[in-house]
Structures are given as structure tokens and as C-alpha cells.
């Protein structure tokens, strides 16, 4: 059983940052694929970028060079760097933990880009 908190949304301009946090608990945490998915009103829940137990990294291509995932496994942390905030970026962000064939979600962080 793994437990995911996220924290560090929040409402940002266009152009600004912010940076999401994901506690996990509860089991060997190196060992998930963790990832940060949103899901912006009325759209599917999407990937936006994932982190192997091995720190390989891949992005949606929509925040590439512009987003950054990274993990701490000391600290069972998960976290996501955004920059050069869009409108477009606004969702409910939530972190993933999977090990086959199990998966788990965190609660969800609101992000909100406007002016």
C-alpha cells in the first residue's frame, strides 16, 4: 500500500512557476514508476511526465523543457518544477505510484494559470 499527498498548487500568472510535491508512505518507495497526470474540467486525465525507479524521465510533449520531474527516494518525495506557466496548464494535478499490477493516486492539487 502506498499514500500520496500532493501540495504546492496554487493560482500563478502566465509565465510564472510553481513547484508540486508529492509525500509518499506506507511501502518501498525506489521501487514505483512515479508520474504527475492532470485533468483539466471536462477533458480526459492525462500524463505529463513520469520517473522511473532508475531516474529515466519522459514528458508530454505540451510541457517539454518547460516542466521538470524529479524524485527523492531517501525522502519518498516526488516533485514537479513548472516554469513558463500557461493558461493551457491549468488542471487538477495528481501524482501516480505504480508497481505492477498495482497502482495508486494522490487526492489532486489545483493548478490555476491566469491573469
Known amino acids: 500500500q502506498v499514500q500520496l499527498v500532493e501540495s504546492g498548487g496554487g493560482l500563478v500568472q502566465p509565465g510564472g512557476s510553481l513547484r508540486l510535491s508529492c509525500a509518499a508512505s506506507g511501502s518501498i518507495f525506489s521501487i514505483y514508476l512515479m508520474g504527475w497526470y492532470r485533468q483539466a474540467p471536462g477533458k480526459q486525465r492525462e500524463l505529463v511526465a513520469a520517473i522511473g525507479s532508475g531516474g529515466s524521465t519522459n514528458y508530454a510533449a505540451s510541457v517539454k523543457g518547460r516542466f521538470t520531474i524529479s524524485r527523492d527516494n531517501a525522502e519518498k518525495m516526488l516533485y514537479l518544477q513548472m516554469n513558463s506557466l500557461k493558461p493551457e496548464d491549468t488542471a487538477v494535478y495528481y501524482c501516480?505510484?505504480?508497481?505492477?499490477?498495482?497502482?495508486?493516486w494522490g487526492q489532486g492539487t489545483q493548478v490555476t494559470v491566469s491573469s
Open positions: 501516480n505510484a505504480r508497481y505492477s499490477p498495482s497502482t495508486y
